[in-house]
């Protein structure tokens, strides 16, 4: 083969690649929040939505973050965040269903949490809200699905929202403006790892 031709066929598709690139970017001129929904059985959607905390703070929003589900206060990321200026940190659910075994005290757990998620979506000053595990409160019926999708649509027009969990339902999904499916190919708790500071928590 001749590179050199090689070479000039590279940069030809290089050259169309950048310019379809670049109309994308020309025709998306809108400037809003939006609403991130990170759901699948696979690891890594609660630290996505963490990874886009230290990208907000970056920029210097202010971000708040509510926990539906977690009850523990010893995570990595905790630990770190606490430390950030412009952080609100809620650590308000009572830990997995399997572990409370208690519906009414996990539901109004997350009916407490969820007021507070309210008052930051009345907030124009909160840049980054993170609903972390809130897709439980459908799946177990903590929280009405249409009434929090009311108040999602109701936040301040530059407020972007980052949603966690497993089997995000499809109206949620439907609302949101980006979702991302979370597979799992391997996992190295099925092969009897324990959890590590650091990785998992």
């Known amino acids: 083969m001749n590179s050199n031709s090689a070479d000039e066929r590279h940069v030809l598709r290089m050259q169309h690649k ?26 890594g959607k609660s630290s996505a939505a963490f990874g886009v905390v230290a990208r907000a703070l970056g920029h210097g929003l202010k971000v708040a973050v509510i926990q539906f589900v977690k009850s523990r206060s010893d995570t ?35 009916r407490e949490a969820w ?3 309210q008052r930051y979506l009345a907030d124009p000053g909160i840049g980054l ?19 929090v999708l009311t108040d999602l649509r109701s936040r301040p027009l530059m407020q972007h929202v980052v949603i966690t969990g497993r089997a995000a339902p499809p109206a949620l999904i439907e609302a949101a403006d980006t979702v991302s499916d979370v597979s799992m190919i391997k996992h190295a708790y099925k092969e009897g790892v324990a959890a590590m500071p650091g990785m998992e928590f």
Request: a negative charge; glycine letters at 10%.
């Open 129 to 147: 809200l993170v609903l972390d595990e809130l897709t439980y409160a459908f799946k177990y019926g903590w929280l009405e699905l249409d009434a």
């Open 18 to 43: 950048k310019a379809v690139i670049d109309e994308h970017i020309e025709a998306a001129q809108i400037r809003r929040g939006v609403i991130v929904v990170n759901t699948g059985n696979g690891k």
């Open 115 to 117: 007021k507070q998620a």
């Open 76 to 110: 990595g990321e905790e630990g770190f965040f606490r430390l950030c200026e412009n952080v609100e940190w809620h650590v308000m659910g009572q830990g997995f269903t399997w572990e409370t075994q208690d519906k009414e005290r996990d539901a109004i757990a997350a």
